[in-house]
Every structure is written in C-alpha cells, then in structure tokens.
Nanobody
Framework: QVQLVESGGGLVQVGGSLRLSCAASGSIFRFADMGWYRQAPGKQRELVASITFGGGSTDYVDSVKGRFTISRDNAETPVYLQMNSLKPEDTAVYYC????????WGQGTQVTVSS
C-alpha cells in the first residue's frame, strides 16, 4: 500500500539544474508534511528541504537555501524539488518521504554534479 518513487536525477555540470519528482502513494502520506532527503556515500541521510501538508510553509538546510525549492501540487503528493546552481557537494542519492516518522524508503534518485 505504501510506495515511494523518486525520479528526475542524473548527471549535471556545476551550476546546472535538475527537477526531482516524488510520487508517494499510501494513506500514511495523507495530510503529511513531506521532505526531500539526501545521502552521500559514507554519510548519514539528511533532510534538506521540507514542506507542510498544505504547502504554506517550507524549510531548507543552510547548504541549499536559495538554490533549492520544494513544492507540491496539493496537500498530498506529488512533491517536487527544483535544484539550481548545483555544486559537487550536492552529489548524493535523493529520497522523498514524510518529514515526521519516515519508515520505509524508496530507492531514491541519483544526482551527480560534475566539476
């Protein structure tokens, strides 16, 4: 019943842009605050952007503030992450999930930023 599918990743040059999409299916995602997470090899997964279920409030980690924009069409998924001015340190696998109490994770989508 619960399914998470991320897409839109790829290889991009420094300064380029990507738009990630997230399809989250299941009742546990109804009215849920959603977030985008990323995990680089050897590092812990971190929340980089979040959005309230109504879409009225967003939050970003300092390292992506001003470059990334999270959005959603409605209170449910799909959820998007527009990434601009990409840097090599943005290279990671990106995941979407609930902001609070995520359990099962999707496979994510790989973002690789080449210098």
């Amino acid at each position: 019943q619960v399914q998470l599918v991320e897409s839109g990743g790829g290889l991009v040059q420094v300064g380029g842009s990507l738009r990630l999409s997230c399809a989250a299916s299941g009742s546990i995602f109804r009215f849920a605050d959603m977030g985008w997470y990323r995990q680089a090899p050897g590092k812990q997964r971190e929340l980089v952007a979040s959005i309230t279920f109504g879409g009225g409030s967003t939050d970003y980690v300092d390292s992506v503030k001003g470059r990334f924009t999270i959005s959603r069409d409605n209170a449910e998924t799909p959820v998007y992450l527009q990434m601009n001015s990409l840097k090599p340190e943005d290279t990671a696998v990106y995941y979407c999930n609930r902001k609070d109490g995520p359990t099962i994770w999707g496979q994510g989508t790989q973002v690789t930023v080449s210098s």
